[in-house]
C-alpha cells in the first residue's frame, strides 16, 4: 500500500482531511515519504537546535507546487508516530519560499484532540503559536547555508481553497481527468485497485 494514493479518496476533503504524519512533534529528524514504495526514509537530521513545532506530515491524494503531497503542520496536545493518520481541520496556511521554490504548509488541528478542536482559524490561537511556527520555518535550514522566506499566514478559507486545488491537481496528473470529468486512464486505475 502506497498510503499517497492508495487511501480513500472520501477520507479527503478540502475541509476536513485524513493526514499522515512523517514527523513527530519535537522531532529533528526529518523523515520524507518515498514516492515510489510509500514508506518512510530518513531525509536528514536537522542541523539545529530547534525542532518541529507541531506533528508534521502531508495530505494524501494532494500534488503541490513542489511535486510532492501537500505539507501539513497538525496541532495537537501529543507528539504523533510516523505514519499515523490523524484526522484534521484546515486552519490556515502558512506560505512562503524555500530556495526560490513556492511553498505552502497547511496548519490543521487533530479533530479529535479536545484541547485543539475548538480552534477554527488561525487567528483564533494565541498569537505566540503562529509565532514559533513562521520562526521555526524561517531558521530551520540556516546552518545546512539553505534559505527560506515566510511570505505571510493566510485563513481558513484561503487554506480550504489552496487544499483543494492540489486535490484537483492530483486528479489531474495522476488520474488523468480534470475534476469532475472521469477518463479513460482514471477507469482504468480504478479498475486495477478494485478487488
Known amino acids: 500500500m502506497n498510503i499517497w494514493h492508495d487511501i480513500s479518496p472520501e477520507l479527503i476533503t478540502p475541509q ?3 493526514a499522515v504524519i512523517e514527523i513527530p512533534m ?3 529528524k526529518k523523515y520524507e515519504m518515498d514516492k515510489r514504495t510509500g514508506l518512510l526514509r530518513l531525509d536528514r ?4 537546535s530547534a525542532h518541529y513545532p ?15 503531497p501537500l ?8 507528539s504523533l508516530d510516523p505514519l499515523v493518520m490523524v484526522d484534521c481541520i484546515p486552519i490556515g496556511c502558512i506560505r512562503m519560499i524555500d530556495e526560490d521554490s513556492y511553498d505552502e504548509k497547511i496548519i490543521a488541528i487533530a479533530r479529535e484532540d479536545p484541547t485543539w478542536n475548538f480552534y477554527h ?18 531558521i530551520y535550514k540556516q546552518l545546512e547555508h539553505k534559505h527560506t522566506t515566510v511570505l505571510d499566514t493566510l485563513s481558513r478559507d484561503e487554506a480550504i481553497q489552496i487544499v483543494s486545488s492540489c486535490m484537483d491537481r492530483y486528479q489531474i496528473h495522476f488520474c488523468g481527468k ?5 477518463s479513460a486512464r482514471a ?3 480504478s479498475k486495477q485497485l478494485t478487488p
Open 16 to 18: 476536513q482531511f485524513t
Open 26 to 28: 519535537g522531532s529533528k
Open 45 to 48: 537530521i536537522l542541523h539545529t
Open 54 to 68: 507541531a506533528n508534521y506530515g502531508f495530505i494524501p491524494r494532494t500534488y503541490a507546487d513542489d511535486s510532492d
Open 71 to 78: 505539507d501539513v503542520l497538525v496541532l495537537c496536545s501529543e
Open 121 to 138: 482559524d488561525l487567528s483564533d490561537l494565541p498569537p505566540h503559536i503562529a509565532q514559533e511556527i513562521r520562526h521555526f520555518f524561517e
Open 178 to 182: 480534470r475534476p469532475g470529468h472521469p
Open 187 to 189: 477507469q482504468e486505475l
